[in-house]
């Protein structure tokens, strides 16, 4: 067998595929051959990302919907035949929110974190695991955070989304895995996609500043958008067919597992 991802004539979802981390992954599976549905909550993301794959010779399709409203997420998925479903929306794109002591946050708040963290894999795997089950051929990967595992001050809510939402994806493993259907976790530690990361001023501060913030980083530095989507473009393929029910994490070493 050769090490070669080969994705021709699997239709990927990647939710939250308009920024960040979801656009890497929707162009490096779309660059294996996957065709694409880009999601994202905004409309015009979800385009820009797409034509720019078509652009580089590739498949790909915007389709834009909330993965917290169920019904929407169903009509949207509805006929498409998705094979390999990448849930990745999550909140950082789409909100106002401040990071609050749990203590001190207005309810309101926690439904947002919860809603498309927890909720919004929830409704994907429901409206596109009927056809993986109906070929016997699926991958599931979600995409979540060591907040989830490691806790993080002011993001106890997002942790517990995050961790709820592991859980879910191990429990589908269980089930769908008689279907060959394999379904994991992706963890996260701190993804440059909003630019911020190494143009840094070039001051002792600036650069001990840095130096700070990289330590928990056995490989000193934060995470690109493309380091997650090669994981996940690996797990969605043939060549990761006996790997299910895990959690991988991608965090430059910020957690040492046995
Ligand atoms: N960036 C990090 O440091 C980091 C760390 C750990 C985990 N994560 C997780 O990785 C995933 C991707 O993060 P990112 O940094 O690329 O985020 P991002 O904000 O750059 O992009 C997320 C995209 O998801 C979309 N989105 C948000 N809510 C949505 C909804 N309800 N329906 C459809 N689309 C929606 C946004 O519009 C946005 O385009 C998220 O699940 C996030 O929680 C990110």
């Not at 590739?58 to 509805?78: G, I, K, M, N, S």
């Not at 996260?188 to 928990?216: C, H, M, V, W």
């Not at 000193?220 to 006996?242: E, K, V």
Request: charged fraction near 20%; include cysteine.
């Amino acid at each position: 067998m050769n090490f070669e991802v080969d994705l021709s004539g699997r239709t990927a979802l990647v939710t939250g595929g308009g920024h960040g981390v979801g656009q890497a992954t929707s162009a490096m599976l779309a660059s294996v051959g996957a065709k694409v549905l880009v999601n994202d909550y905004y409309p015009d993301r979800a385009d820009q990302v797409a034509e720019c794959i078509r652009h580089d010779g590739d498949q790909a399709e915007p389709l834009p919907f909330d993965v917290t409203d169920f019904d929407a997420v169903h009509r949207a998925v509805e006929g498409r035949a998705v094979d390999i479903l990448i849930n990745n929306a999550g909140n950082a794109g789409t909100s106002d929110y401040t990071l609050n002591m749990f203590h001190e946050s207005p309810r309101h708040e926690w439904d947002r974190f919860v809603g498309v963290n927890f909720f919004g894999p929830m409704n994907c795997v429901h409206a596109c695991a009927p056809h993986m089950v109906e070929q016997s051929w699926g991958r599931i990967i979600t995409v979540v955070s060591d907040a989830g595992r490691w806790g993080e001050p002011r993001l106890a809510v997002y942790g517990a989304s995050k961790a709820g939402a592991a859980g879910f994806t191990r429990g589908i493993a269980r089930e769908l895995g008689r279907y060959t259907i394999t379904a994991n976790n992706v963890t996260l530690g701190s993804i440059n996609t909003f630019g911020q990361g190494d143009d840094i001023p070039d001051t002792p501060e600036a650069q001990r500043a840095k130096k700070e913030r990289y330590r928990p980083y056995i490989i000193r530095r934060i995470g690109q958008p493309d380091d997650p989507a090669a994981m996940i473009t690996f797990l969605s393929s043939p060549l990761a067919a006996w790997i299910t029910g895990q959690t991988f994490p991608v965090n430059g070493g910020y957690t040492v597992n046995q």
